[in-house]
């Protein structure tokens, strides 16, 4: 079984700073790890994803998340947030190969606010 | 990517009735999920629904509470039944692609009353 822990429940930042978002997950087998996006009022978004290369992964819209198995860790970061970045996000992780292993397990999520 | 739709968007029901929840793929999958959105938290998987096999639920949740069809390789239905207050959540269903990740549905935001 995996677990995923979103260590803030609440980020507040102003427009144009940096900004990192933490996940740490347990698991007893090699995991894909995911970064989710769910703007106010809308369905989730795949914002990001580890599946296997290297280990820093990035979206279009200027974020990355770096894999790094020896912390068991998959940080979000985005060196200058902008108000359209405020919305809740969400670590997930499965197990690899598929089959019976495909169930993704969520953090609790992670409120990012961005202030002018 | 695929593209996914779920009728309705939302909904507000009465206590002790039951609500069925459509989603529609724009393409043929295997995997179907159903999970459910408490206020505040986070996703918990209610249940996988593969075509042509009964619905597999996860702890805590069971067939006769929520009833999931799965006619085609593109068509999922989750029921609701018997509702209470506490089932008030959004509703999400996903899919999975070859790309082993997995793609949501825009959710039902279901409240009952």
């Known amino acids: 079984a995996q677990s995923v822990t979103q260590l803030d429940s609440q980020v507040p930042v102003f427009e144009e700073a940096p900004v990192e978002l933490r996940c740490n997950y347990s698991?007893?087998?090699?995991?894909?790890l995911f970064w989710y996006v769910q703007y106010p009022n809308q369905g989730l978004q795949l914002l990001l994803k580890?599946?296997?290369?290297?280990?820093l992964v990035e979206s279009i819209n200027g974020f990355e998340a770096e894999f790094n198995k020896s912390q068991t860790s998959f940080h979000l970061r985005k060196p200058s947030v902008h108000i359209s970045d405020t919305a809740e996000y969400f670590c997930?992780?499965?197990?690899?190969?598929?089959?019976?292993?495909?169930?993704?397990?969520f953090g609790k999520g992670t409120l990012l606010t961005v202030n002018p | 990517s695929a593209v996914i739709s779920q009728k309705p968007s939302r909904d507000i029901c009465q206590r002790g009735t039951s609500l069925t929840i459509q989603c529609q793929v724009d393409?043929?999958?295997?995997?179907m999920f159903w999970y459910r959105q408490q206020p505040g938290q986070s996703l918990t998987l209610i249940a996988t629904?593969?075509?042509?096999?009964?619905?597999?639920?996860e702890s805590g949740f069971v067939i006769d509470k929520f009833p999931i069809s799965r006619p085609n390789l593109t068509f999922s239905t989750l029921t609701v039944s018997n509702m209470s207050p506490e089932d008030s959540s959004i509703y999400l269903c996903?899919?999975?692609?070859?790309?082993?990740?997995?793609?949501f549905g825009p959710g039902t935001r279901l409240t009952v009353l």
């Open positions: 996903s899919v999975e692609d070859f790309g082993d990740e997995q793609f």
């Open positions: 698991s007893s087998v090699s995991v894909y």
């Open positions: 580890y599946l296997s290369g290297s280990t």
């Open positions: 997930a992780v499965s197990a690899r190969g598929g089959g019976s292993n495909y169930k993704l397990t």
């Open positions: 393409s043929q999958v295997t995997m």
């Open positions: 629904a593969n075509q042509g096999s009964e619905a597999t639920y």
